[in-house]
């Protein structure tokens, strides 16, 4: 399976901004917190592009439109009322 290409950008910008709040961490600056916040951002664009991607199997995959709801039965009605759920006018 290929990843999209904003996916794998996205992907490579969240190890880049990791390593930096490492690096930054290491020296002893507290700008790594928005390293870390950064990575966090990169490391949700890329799952969501991935997951956006048409015709992706498995994880991130998109359900298929569901079709109309099947009509309950008309015992499920009650007293003959609307029960909101009737596709068919059948209660």
Do not use: E
Not at 17 to 42: E, N, P
Not at 43 to 48: E, F, H, P, V
Not at 55 to 80: L, Y
């Amino acid at each position: 399976m290929t990843l999209p290409r904003p996916a794998v950008y996205a992907a490579a910008a969240c190890a880049l901004t990791s390593a930096a709040a490492a690096v930054s961490f290491v020296r002893g600056s507290w700008v790594g917190i928005v390293w870390v916040l950064l990575a966090g951002l990169t490391s949700n664009l890329a799952w969501y592009a991935t997951r956006r991607r048409p015709g992706v199997r498995g994880i991130g995959r998109r359900r298929p439109a569901a079709g109309p709801d099947p009509a309950p039965s008309p015992s499920a009605c009650g007293s003959g009322g609307a029960c909101g759920g009737c596709t068919q006018k059948i209660c």
